[in-house]
């Protein structure tokens, strides 16, 4: 069994087209029901301020699956430490036996966690969509940004988090950067005139508003991934004209979705793996609001491992011949 540490692993798989197609297939897979993935072992540790999520999918006809362990301590940081961190184990569809040990530090939950937000925004956004609102000013929503630029001609972007102070730091480095930046004390000022918004917290109460919401705005709400988050407020979800999620199971448990507290919502709730497969265009008018719920899913980690895999045996193969 190899074994790959973060620094070998971020210089073999970056923020790129190659890396967005691997979790672009990941998601058709899930779409056109060709996954077999169980729900999330999930364990909070709620005296530390930590959790830690098990993930793991198998796409069919794959010789490859991965498993995820993905902890969370959200106080780490005041002991100069990241909050996110984890491994995953790649495994042999065929024979079961472990064939690498990933030690990516959480590296490849952040960058296919990035992309899942761009694709939501592929398929709900408009393509012209300029300004950008991050809601949360951490590590995934820098990536989300970064994720945003590949596809979207980015120009303006606006930045709330919970400490202003990192909001505006956030918005000098954009702005040194070249990018039209500013960070905000209040929420909704921050999403004034926004063509996408992206919240990227572990908030445990809903952050965002109908009244936050400007006409033909997409969002992607990816910071909700256990029973105890909530990014969006219900008020949100009924102003939206479509609703998606990447499984409407495990947002309905983990993720906004949840807001109904077990009832059925009062509009249609669609998946985004279906949308990749093919399915009807859902923004209809350039004034359609959107708003797509990633809790995160196994067939994502299982997706950028397997590319994570090739990409580092691909290099070794290119120094064994030089």
Known sequence: MQIYNRQQI???????????????AGFRALGTGNVVQPPILSMALPEVNGEVDV?????RGSDSFAIKIS???????RRGLPSLNGLMVVLSAETGVPRALLLDEGYLTAVRTALAGLLAAKYLA???????TLIGAGEQARLQLAALRLLFPVEQVSIWARRTE???RLA???????????????????CAGAD???TTTPSREPLLFAEHLPPGVHVTAMGSDSPDKREIDISALLHADHVVCDLRSQ????????????QTPPFTVYELGALVAGGTPLRLTPQDITLCCLSGTGVQDSAIAAFALAQLEQLEQLEQSQ
Request: avoid cysteine; charged fraction near 25%; glycine fraction near 8%.
């Open 10 to 24: 971020s210089a073999a798989v970056r923020l790129d087209a190659a890396a967005l197609a691997a979790v672009e």
């Open 55 to 59: 993930k793991t999918a198998w796409i």
């Open 71 to 77: 902890p969370g301590f959200f106080d780490n940081p």
């Open 126 to 132: 408009r393509p012209e969509s300029r300004r950008i």
């Open 166 to 168: 990192a909001a505006q």
């Open 172 to 190: 000098r480095e954009l702005s040194d950067a070249g990018l039209q930046a500013t960070g905000y004390p209040e929420s909704g000022a921050a």
């Open 196 to 198: 996408i918004i992206v």
């Open 251 to 262: 947002s309905e448990h983990n993720g906004e979705l949840k807001a109904f507290n077990g």
